[in-house]
C-alpha cells in the first residue's frame, strides 16, 4: 500500500530506462545491524528492477539496491521473548544480502557505487512481511530471467496491480458526472512514463496515476473548457499518443500540455473523437495553411511560426526524442559587437548543419557513396535527447543523469561555451545537432549553474561552470535576446522557408533530400518501419531503444517549396503544398484596386440562365464578399481572407486576419476594414491583405460595418447609403453602435479610429443602415431603432417580430427590411409603409443591384431577385445548397457561399 508520503528528492529518473514503479511502504533501516539497535526512518520504493530506500532524514542519502545484485530477501525473527530488544523493534523484520548498492545524496547529484557486499536490515511498518517480502522475492527471480520472459513476467504483475485500482464514480467532481471513456494510458514527461488512466465525462478529463511517486494529488482533473487543442501524435514511431494543451492548471503548476501514450491507435482515436466532441466550443483552429499566412503576412514572428510546425510535426517538451528543433542562425560567436544588417554573420539556412563545412561533406559524401541500401549520409540526427539534455545540463541535471546512468557525461563533453559548441557542430564528423528553443526565449537562466553543481573539471583543469558565452553578450539574457533578434532579422525572415523545407517540407525526404545532403538513418523517419510486424520482444525493444535514444526526423508537413515570407514588394509566384490541401500566392498586382459600384454593372439579368460552373473551397463558411476592382475579397468563418481574380476567378492572394470569425468588411479607398467575432477592426492593404492595423472597436462580435463617405455617390460597405462625411459606423453583440472617424497617417493608412458618438441599445445589435442624418439599427428581436446621427438621441423604435427582421439598408430615400418579409419602411418614423411576404427566411446575406432590384438568398438555397418598386419576384434561380451563408453578384457571375466551406460560382449560359 502507499504510504501516503511523497519525497522530492526521490524521483523516476533515478531509476532505470522502462523500470516500473509498484508501491512504497514506511520503514525502519537498521544501518549497523538489528543489535545495534540504532535506526533510520523512512520509506522503501518498490520497483521492477531494484528498491530504493528514502530516508527521512533530509540529509541522508538515498540507498538503492539493484535487484540482480541481490542475492537473498528473506523475512527472519531474531529475537526468542526473553531478548533485551524483543518490543523495542518496531513492525517486521527482513533483509536482503547484496554484493554492491548505490548511494545517491539528490536528484540533480551523481551516484556513488558501493562495491561492497551489505545486508540490509529493515523492519517493516503497519504492513505484515509475509506479503511484501514475496512480492520482493518474485521481482528478484524475475530479475534473473532473459529480458524477453523478464518483460512478461512484470507486464502481468503490473497489470494485476493496476487492476486493483479502478477509477471510482467517488472520484468525479460533480455527483452527476458520467464516464464517457477510460483509458489505461502512459502520461509521458521527459525520460519517464507514469502508468494510470484517463477518464473522461462531458464536463472534465481525469488522470488516475497508479502510483504516488509522480503527484501529490491522487487524481489530475481538468476542466474540458480549459482545453484549446488535441493533437495525434507518434510516440517511438507508432500512432499511439495523444497531446493536451489547457489554458490554465491549477492542479500542479506544471507545464500546460500534457502526453499520454495508449495502448492502441483505436483506442487513441476513440480518445480523440471523445475530447474532440466535447471541447469543439474551446477548440482553437490551427490550422498549416492558416498559420503559414499569418507568417507569411508578418502577423506572427519567426520563433512563433516555428514552434507552431514543430507543433504539428510530432515534436513537444514531454518527449526529449521529439523535443523541438531551432535552427543556428549566426555563425560569429567571437567578436565583441554584433552587427545584425551585416549578412556575413548568418548562417546559410539553405544547408543543413552537417553540408556547412565543404571540406567534412565531401568526406561523408564518399562513404554514402560507398554504403550500400539504406544508406545515410549523417550517423547522427540533429535532435536527440543527448543533445537536449547536453543544452539543458544546468537547468535540468536531473535529465542528464538518468540519461548517462547515474552519472554526469566527461567533462571535456560537456557544453561549455557557445562558440565551442558551434566550432563543434560545424567540424566534427559525429556533430550535427541544432537548437532548442530556449536559445531564443526566456531570460537565458539554462546557461547558468545556479544550482553550484559540481560537472567537474575538465583536462586544462578549468572547473565547468556556467556556459560561456560570446563576447557580444553581456550576459545569458542579453545572449538570448539578441540571438532572438537575429531569429527575427530581415535576413533570416527571408531565408528561413529554406531550412523549413528541409526540417519539415519537401526536402526532408526522397530525391528532393538527397540533393540537399539531407538524408539520416532510416530508423530517424516515421514509417520506416513496422514496430507491429516485429514479433520478437527483445528486437523490437532494441529498435525502439535506438528510435528513442538516436533522434527522429519530424513528421513532413509540406511537400512543396515552402513560400517565403513577404516583404514589402512580392515579385514572385509561391506555392505551398500542404497535406490538407494547396496554398497559392501569385503575384499582386502593381496598380491600387479601387472599389466600383457596389450595385454592379449588370443592367438586366435572368436567374433562370445561371448554371453551377465551379466549387472552391475556403476554410469555412463564407461571412461576406467584396467586389473591388478585379479582384473579389471573400471573408470566412475561419478568420481567413481570400481573393480572386476576375472575370476567371482566379485565385489571387490569401491572408490570415483573425484567430476567429470574419463577420463583416467595409471598403476605404486605399484599405479594407474588416470587423471580427473579437470585437475588432482589422485594416488591410488591398495588394496584399497585409493586416497593419489591428483597432479594439468592441467588447463583442462586430456584427455590421458601415463606411460613409463623401468621395462616393454611395454608402460603399455592406449597405447601401448616402449622407455623412467620412465615417465608419460599427454595430456589435455588445449592445452598441459606434460612429468612428478613421485618423488617416501617411501613405494614407487609418493609424487610428477617433469615437464620435456612441448608440446604446438594451440588446444584441445585428444590422445598421444609414439615410442623411438618420441612423436605423436592428437589435434584440427585430427592434428597428431611429437615431439622430450627430445628437446620438433616441427618436423611436418600431417591433418588428412578425417579419423577424434581421438586415437592413438604404433605397431611393426608404428603408428596407430583410427577414421572414421584404418591408419598406418610412424613413422618418421606420414605420411599415408596405411588405411582401417571403417563402423561407433570409440565410444568405442581400445585394442591392441596379434597376431597383434587390438579390436575396433563403435558407433552403433559392436565389431571388425582387423588384423593390413593386416588390415583385422578377427572376428565381433553385439550388440544392442548404442554407447558404452569402450572396453576390460580381461581374455577371453569381457567387454563394455555403457551410461546407465553399462557395459555388454560376455563370449565365
Not at 5 to 13: C, G, P
Amino acid at each position: 500500500m502507499f504510504s501516503g508520503v511523497t519525497d522530492s528528492r526521490f524521483t523516476l529518473r533515478m531509476l532505470e530506462p522502462n523500470e516500473y514503479y509498484f508501491d512504497d511502504y514506511s520503514v525502519d533501516y537498521y544501518p549497523a545491524g538489528i543489535e545495534d539497535g540504532k535506526r533510520v526512518q523512512g520509506t522503501i520504493k518498490v520497483c521492477s528492477r531494484s528498491l530504493v530506500f528514502v530516508p527521512s532524514n533530509k540529509t541522508d542519502p538515498l540507498l538503492r539496491i539493484r535487484q540482480r545484485d541481490t542475492s537473498e530477501i528473506e523475512a527472519y525473527h531474531p529475537f526468542n521473548s526473553n531478548h533485551l530488544l524483543k518490543g523495542k523493534i518496531e513492525g517486521e523484520l527482513f533483509k536482503m544480502n547484496t554484493q554492491m548498492h548505490y548511494q545517491i545524496a539528490g536528484p540533480t547529484t551523481p551516484v556513488t557505487t558501493i562495491r561492497d557486499s551489505t545486508t540490509f536490515h529493515f523492519s517493516l511498518l503497519y504492513v505484515s512481511s509475509e506479503n511484501v517480502v514475496s512480492f520482493l522475492q518474485q521481482l528478484n527471480r524475475a530479475s534473473t530471467l532473459h529480458f524477453q520472459e523478464h518483460t512478461t513476467m512484470i507486464a502481468m504483475i503490473a497489470h494485476h496491480r493496476q487492476s486493483l485500482y479502478p477509477f471510482k464514480s467517488m472520484f468525479f467532481d460533480d455527483l452527476y458526472e458520467q464516464e464517457c471513456g477510460n483509458f489505461e494510458c502512459d502520461m509521458v514527461e521527459p525520460l519517464v512514463n507514469v502508468p494510470g488512466r484517463i477518464v473522461v465525462s462531458k464536463s472534465r478529463l481525469y488522470f488516475q496515476p497508479f502510483h504516488n511517486a509522480f503527484s501529490v494529488a491522487d487524481i489530475l482533473k481538468w476542466k474540458l473548457d480549459c482545453v484549446r487543442q488535441v493533437i495525434r501524435r507518434t510516440y517511438s514511431l507508432r500512432p499511439l499518443a495523444i497531446e493536451v494543451f489547457l489554458s490554465d492548471n491549477t492542479v500542479t503548476g506544471k507545464q500546460m500540455n500534457y502526453l499520454f501514450v495508449l495502448t492502441s491507435e483505436a483506442k487513441r482515436d476513440t480518445l480523440y473523437d471523445i475530447l474532440t466532441s466535447y471541447c469543439s466550443d474551446s477548440l482553437v483552429d490551427s490550422s498549416p495553411t492558416n498559420m503559414t499566412l499569418k507568417w507569411q503576412n508578418g502577423s506572427i514572428s519567426n520563433f512563433e511560426y516555428l514552434l507552431y510546425l514543430n507543433n504539428i510535426s510530432d515534436r513537444t517538451s514531454n518527449n526529449l526524442s521529439q523535443y523541438p528543433v531551432f535552427p543556428w542562425v549566426l555563425t560569429d560567436y567571437t567578436s565583441s559587437t554584433l552587427d545584425l544588417d551585416d549578412p556575413s554573420i548568418y548562417r546559410d539556412l539553405s544547408k543543413p548543419i552537417g553540408a556547412l563545412n565543404p571540406g567534412r561533406l565531401e568526406g561523408m559524401l564518399e562513404r554514402y557513396a560507398e554504403m550500400p541500401d539504406p544508406k545515410f549520409l549523417y550517423g547522427s540526427h540533429y535532435s536527440t535527447p543527448g543533445f537536449v539534455t547536453y543544452y539543458l545540463m544546468r537547468s535540468r541535471p536531473d535529465l542528464m543523469l538518468c540519461l548517462m546512468g547515474g552519472k554526469f557525461d566527461h567533462p571535456d563533453r560537456l557544453f561549455i561555451g557557445v562558440e565551442d559548441c558551434w566550432r563543434g557542430v560545424t567540424n566534427n564528423t559525429a556533430d550535427f545537432k541544432e537548437l532548442i528553443p530556449e536559445f531564443y526565449e526566456g531570460d537565458g537562466s539554462f546557461l547558468e549553474n545556479k544550482q553550484r553543481i559540481h560537472f567537474g573539471k575538465r583536462q586544462n583543469g578549468a572547473q565547468v561552470e556556467s556556459v560561456v558565452l560570446p563576447p557580444w553578450a553581456s550576459s545569458p539574457q542579453d545572449f538570448v535576446e539578441k540571438m532572438r533578434a537575429a531569429l527575427e532579422s530581415d535576413h533570416v525572415s527571408s531565408r528561413l522557408h529554406h531550412w523549413i523545407d528541409l526540417v519539415f517540407g519537401y526536402k526532408q525526404r526522397g530525391a528532393h533530400a538527397e540533393q540537399a545532403h539531407n538524408v539520416f538513418h532510416h530508423l530517424c523517419y516515421p514509417g520506416s518501419v513496422d514496430l507491429g510486424s516485429i514479433t520478437n520482444p527483445t528486437e523490437a525493444a532494441s529498435i525502439i531503444t535506438q528510435i528513442q535514444e538516436f533522434g527522429q526526423v519530424p513528421t513532413q508537413i509540406f511537400t512543396k517549396p515552402h513560400p517565403e515570407r513577404r516583404r514589402e514588394v512580392v515579385t514572385a509566384t509561391l506555392t505551398v503544398g500542404l497535406e490538407e490541401g494547396e496554398l497559392v500566392v501569385d503575384e499582386p498586382e502593381e496598380q491600387q484596386p479601387s472599389c466600383g459600384d457596389r450595385r454592379g454593372s449588370v443592367s438586366r439579368i435572368n436567374l433562370g440562365n445561371f448554371t453551377r460552373s465551379q466549387e472552391i473551397p475556403v476554410k469555412n463558411h463564407v461571412t461576406f464578399f467584396l467586389e473591388c476592382g478585379q479582384l473579389v475579397f471573400v471573408g470566412s468563418a475561419s478568420g481567413m481572407i481570400f481573393t480572386y481574380r476576375l472575370p476567371e476567378m482566379k485565385y489571387a492572394f490569401g491572408a490570415m486576419v483573425s484567430n476567429v470569425s470574419l463577420t463583416c468588411v467595409a471598403d476605404l479607398e486605399h484599405s479594407l476594414c474588416v470587423g471580427s467575432a473579437d470585437g475588432k477592426c482589422y485594416f488591410l492593404t488591398k495588394q496584399q491583405g497585409t493586416v497593419y492595423l489591428t483597432f479594439p472597436a468592441h467588447f463583442d462580435t462586430v456584427t455590421d460595418m458601415l463606411l460613409v463617405t463623401s468621395q462616393y455617390d454611395d454608402v460603399i460597405s455592406s449597405m447601401t447609403s448616402q449622407g455623412c462625411d467620412d465615417v465608419i459606423f460599427t454595430s456589435s453583440w455588445d449592445a452598441s453602435v459606434r460612429r468612428w472617424m478613421p485618423v488617416i497617417g501617411p501613405n494614407n493608412k487609418v493609424k487610428s479610429l477617433k469615437l464620435l458618438t456612441e448608440y446604446d441599445h438594451d440588446e444584441k445589435v445585428m444590422s445598421l443602415a444609414v439615410l442623411g442624418e438618420m441612423l436605423y439599427t436592428c437589435s434584440g428581436e427585430s427592434v428597428v431603432t431611429v437615431w439622430g446621427i450627430e445628437s446620438g438621441d433616441m427618436m423611436g423604435t418600431v417591433d418588428y417580430s412578425h417579419h423577424d427582421v434581421t438586415r437592413l439598408l438604404v433605397w431611393q430615400e426608404r428603408l428596407v427590411l430583410v427577414g421572414l418579409s421584404i418591408v419598406l419602411g418610412d424613413p422618418h418614423t421606420a414605420e411599415e409603409m408596405t411588405s411582401r411576404r417571403l417563402d423561407s427566411p433570409v440565410s444568405g446575406g442581400i445585394q442591392l443591384l441596379p434597376r431597383n432590384q434587390v438579390l436575396i438568398c433563403d435558407n433552403r438555397g433559392r436565389v431571388t431577385l425582387v423588384d423593390l418598386l413593386e416588390l415583385n419576384v422578377v427572376g428565381e434561380l433553385e439550388t440544392d445548397i442548404v442554407e447558404p451563408s452569402q450572396v453576390s453578384l460580381v461581374a455577371g457571375q453569381l457567387l454563394l457561399g455555403y457551410k461546407s466551406k465553399q462557395f459555388a460560382v454560376f455563370n449565365d449560359e
